[in-house]
């Protein structure tokens, strides 16, 4: 039972350099997001895709891009990589919204 | 506009103590989900329990309940008899229908629970 599938687990990224996270689910959910979790923050949306096809921004979708590939994978890319984007990035995917989400087991990245 | 507080940034007890996780959200719509998550040392998030908005009744779930109260905005969580296993930290999250019912997360709440 592999849920959602995250990689890669740890990243370290010079500033500048660019990187895609890769996400998976085998649930077959219509619904996929990506958060990130800083320290006293919670866990803030990045970009959500509600059904394969479409896009759409979160709280904070400054210097990000996605790629909803098809309905089991979502993509999240960084063009340019910046110090203030060093966090724990988690995708999550749900039956529909606002259906509880289901998260993968995170991905750390550091911006140095 | 969509917004969730969990004032209690940490919280300490015994092993055996009740302990409540507090949560009090703000939206203008009538129609929203409520949602709790626990987020172990491991770092995974684990999803525990969702409310809508028509539904207030108090929901209880092994030594979890949770007690939804409109009338002060609140959606409070319990862990009666707590355990060590219940180290954490919980999150609970909004999805409103103006949101897009985009999820929403407050600060968390991290648990401490000491043998």
């Known amino acids: 039972n592999a849920g959602v599938t995250q990689t890669p687990k740890f990243q370290v990224l010079k500033t500048g350099q660019s990187m895609t996270l890769q996400c998976a689910q085998d649930m077959n959910h219509n619904s996929m997001y990506w958060y990130r979790q800083d320290p006293g923050m919670g866990l803030r949306l990045i970009y959500y895709s509600a059904s394969e096809g479409t896009t759409d921004k979160g709280e904070v979708p400054n210097g990000y891009n996605v790629s909803r590939l098809n309905k089991r994978e979502f993509s999240l890319r960084l063009e340019s990589a910046a110090p203030s984007q060093t966090s724990v990035y988690f995708c999550?995917?749900?039956?529909?919204?606002?259906?509880?989400?289901?998260f993968g087991q995170g991905t750390r990245l550091t911006v140095v | 506009a969509q917004k969730v507080t969990q004032a209690q940034t940490e919280i300490s007890v015994v092993e055996k103590e009740d302990v409540t996780l507090d949560c009090v959200y703000e939206t203008r719509d009538t129609t929203y989900y409520l949602f709790w998550y626990k987020q172990p040392p491991s770092g995974e998030l684990v999803f525990l329990i969702r409310r809508n908005s028509f539904d207030e009744q108090n929901e209880i779930s092994g030594r979890y309940s949770w007690n939804f109260q409109k009338s002060t905005s609140s959606f409070n969580f319990t862990i009666t008899a707590s355990q060590v296993v219940d180290s954490a930290v919980y999150f609970c999250?909004?999805?409103?229908?103006?949101?897009?019912?985009?999820?929403?997360f407050g600060a968390g709440t991290r648990l401490f629970v000491k043998a």
């Open positions: 999550a995917s749900s039956e529909g919204r606002p259906s509880g989400a289901f």
């Open positions: 999250a909004l999805s409103d229908f103006t949101g897009g019912f985009k999820t929403i």
